[in-house]
C-alpha cells in the first residue's frame, strides 16, 4: 500500500504530521467521538437518528510564554466538542461535508488554531463507516456577520384578502420607505389542501401549499422574490431585496423547529419573526397568535395604515 493511500485512511493525526508545514506545531486530538443526530439527504434519513463518529485533530502554535498549568491559557478539548455540538444545534444539515466545513471553521475562529482535520462517519449507513475527512487552514476561514451587524427584519404576514387587496403595492411602498429590512409570509390559499392523515407527509403539503401561495403573493408585485434559506435571505436583507418566505426548508430543516402545525400559518410566522430576531411582525387581515416571542401587531385589511 503506497504511503498516500495509507496517510488516506490512518487517524487525521498522522495525515497532520505528514502534511505539516515548516515550523513546529503542537496538536491536539478528539477520537472516535460518536453523536446520535438527524442527519442525511435521503428521505429514509428523515425523523430518524442515526450515529456519526468524529475524529478531529487541530494544530495550534505553541504558546510563547509558559503555560503555568492554566487551562485558559490553552485551546481546551471542550472547544472542540463544543463546535460540534453547536453546529449540530444550529440546524439539521443533509450532508457531512457541510457539517465538517462548518466544525472546522468555527475550531478556526480560536485564536491558537493553525489547520483543523475533521472525519466524520456515519456508523449506521451500510456494513462499514460511510464518511468524509476535510483539512482547513486559517486562510480558508470566511468569518460570519457578528451580531451587531446581523440585521433584525420587519416581518409582515398577510391574508389572502390582504394578497388580494388593490392595497397591496401601496402597503409595500410604506414599508419599503421604512428602509428596514422586510420579509412577507403568507398561508395556504383558501384552495382545498390534499389531506393524508399521516403527519410527516400532511406537514409537507401543507408547507407547499403555503409555497404555492408565496409565489402567488411574489407575482402581485415585481420586488417581492420567494426565497427558501437562510443565505437567500441575509443576502437579501443586506441587498435590500424584498422576500417573500418559502417555509420548507427552513422548517424541515430547523433543530428546534416550531410547534405550531403549518395549517396554523400566523403561528408559524411567529415562529419564523423569533427565529431570525425580526423586530416586529405585523399581521395583516387574521388574528394574532398566543404567546408570541416578538412584538406583534394586527391590522384589519379594510384598516392597514403601516
Not at 462548518?102 to 464518511?131: C, N, Y
Not at 468524509?132 to 470566511?142: F, L, Q, S, T, Y
Not at 419599503?176 to 383558501?190: H, K, N, T, V, Y
Not at 392523515?197 to 409537507?204: E, P
Request: glycine share 4%; with cysteine.
Amino acid at each position: 500500500m503506497s504511503s498516500e493511500i495509507r496517510l488516506a485512511f490512518a487517524h487525521p493525526s498522522e495525515r497532520s504530521e505528514a502534511t505539516a508545514p515548516r515550523g513546529p506545531l503542537d496538536r491536539i486530538s478528539l477520537r472516535d467521538h460518536i453523536v446520535e443526530v438527524e442527519i442525511g439527504a435521503f428521505q429514509a434519513e428523515r425523523g430518524t437518528t442515526q450515529r456519526i463518529c468524529f475524529n478531529i485533530v487541530v494544530e495550534v502554535r505553541p504558546l510563547s510564554d509558559p503555560i503555568d498549568d492554566d487551562v485558559d491559557r490553552i485551546l481546551s478539548y471542550d472547544r472542540v466538542t463544543e463546535a460540534i455540538a453547536f453546529e449540530l444545534a444550529a440546524e439539521r444539515l443533509n450532508l457531512l461535508e457541510t457539517l465538517a466545513d462548518r466544525v472546522a471553521e468555527r475550531i478556526l475562529l480560536e485564536p491558537q488554531a493553525v489547520r483543523a482535520f475533521v472525519r466524520i462517519e456515519k456508523l449506521d449507513r451500510g456494513p462499514g463507516a460511510l464518511g468524509v475527512e476535510i483539512v482547513r487552514g486559517k486562510d480558508n476561514v470566511h468569518h460570519d456577520v457578528t451580531e451587531e451587524e446581523r440585521p433584525h427584519p420587519r416581518l409582515v404576514f398577510l391574508s389572502n384578502s390582504a394578497i388580494a387587496s388593490d392595497n397591496l403595492a401601496g402597503w409595500i411602498d410604506q414599508l419599503e420607505s421604512r428602509q428596514r429590512p422586510l420579509i412577507l409570509c403568507a398561508g395556504a390559499s383558501d384552495l382545498v389542501v390534499p389531506q393524508t392523515g399521516h403527519v410527516m407527509t400532511q406537514r409537507r403539503i401543507d408547507l407547499l401549499a403555503i409555497e404555492q401561495n408565496a409565489w402567488v403573493l411574489a407575482a402581485r408585485d415585481h420586488r417581492c422574490v420567494v426565497v427558501s434559506t437562510r443565505t437567500e435571505l441575509d443576502w437579501a436583507m443586506k441587498n435590500g431585496q424584498i422576500c417573500v418566505w418559502a417555509p420548507s426548508k427552513i422548517v424541515l430543516d430547523a433543530v428546534d423547529g416550531p410547534s405550531a402545525a403549518p395549517s396554523d400559518a400566523v403561528a408559524l410566522a411567529a415562529w419564523f419573526a423569533a427565529t431570525f430576531e425580526a423586530s416586529e411582525l405585523l399581521v395583516i387581515g387574521a388574528d394574532l397568535p398566543a404567546a408570541p416571542k416578538t412584538p406583534l401587531r394586527a391590522v384589519p385589511v379594510e384598516q392597514a395604515q403601516l
